[in-house]
């Protein structure tokens, strides 16, 4: 099932904005056409991890937008390890622009060779990296594989608890939207949850965001 939410935010361009996030797990439905139709138009495809190259493109092709996304802990191995002229590069600490909204990406932080391991340090140096990195510019939308500590992870589960580290950045930036994956969302009490000004999505499987915008005063 392909879930729908819809925000509000500002926009210097003053147009609304729609994204379809998709993380961990293939969405059937959008291997049919007719179901594609439904949801456009489409901004762009955003993946926040843990799924195949191969269905990342076939989904920016599908739509014809752009694609920004995130490697997960399960982005590794031979599918991952030749170079992809298919796939722009995943965001990781840096940051790319979806009409004038400006979107912060990061990718799973800690590694050894083809190996994805929990790294509580490497999330640190990755956020506190992002928060100078942006020199005081804001960010609209943060996408990321592991969500933020305490806000729609597993605590109960070491290896599927959110970063201490992203939670620090969430406070700073106080993005609009957070989309992430890795939380299973039969482990979760709800794919969505609002914090403060910022609302953060679990996006495994597809969820169509709607940023209803206006200009900035």
Known sequence: MIRRLSLHEYSPAGESVRLLAVSDESERALDVEANRDALKPI?????SGDLEPAYLAFLADAF?????????????????????????????????MVKGLRVVGLSWP?????????????????????????????????????????????????YHRGFAAYRWLARRLQPRLWIHGHSALAAV???????????????????????????AP
Request: aromatic share 6%; proline share 6%; no cysteine.
């Open 64 to 96: 014809k937008v752009p694609l920004i996304y995130v490697r997960g802990n399960h982005d590794r191995g031979e599918n991952w390890a030749v170079g992809r002229s298919d796939l722009p590069r995943p965001l990781a600490g840096d940051t790319d």
């Open 110 to 158: 800690g590694a050894t060779g083809s190996q994805a391991i929990r790294d509580e340090g490497a999330a640190w140096r990755q956020a506190i990296g992002v928060w100078f990195g942006l020199r005081g510019k804001k960010a609209d939308i943060v996408v990321s594989h592991v969500p933020p500590r305490g806000l729609g992870d597993v605590p109960q589960d070491h």
């Open 189 to 215: 009490p709800s794919w969505r949850q609002d914090w403060g000004d910022t609302t953060l999505v679990n996006a495994t499987g597809a969820v169509l965001v709607e940023l209803t915008t206006k200009a």
């Open 43 to 47: 901004d762009a495809i955003v993946g």
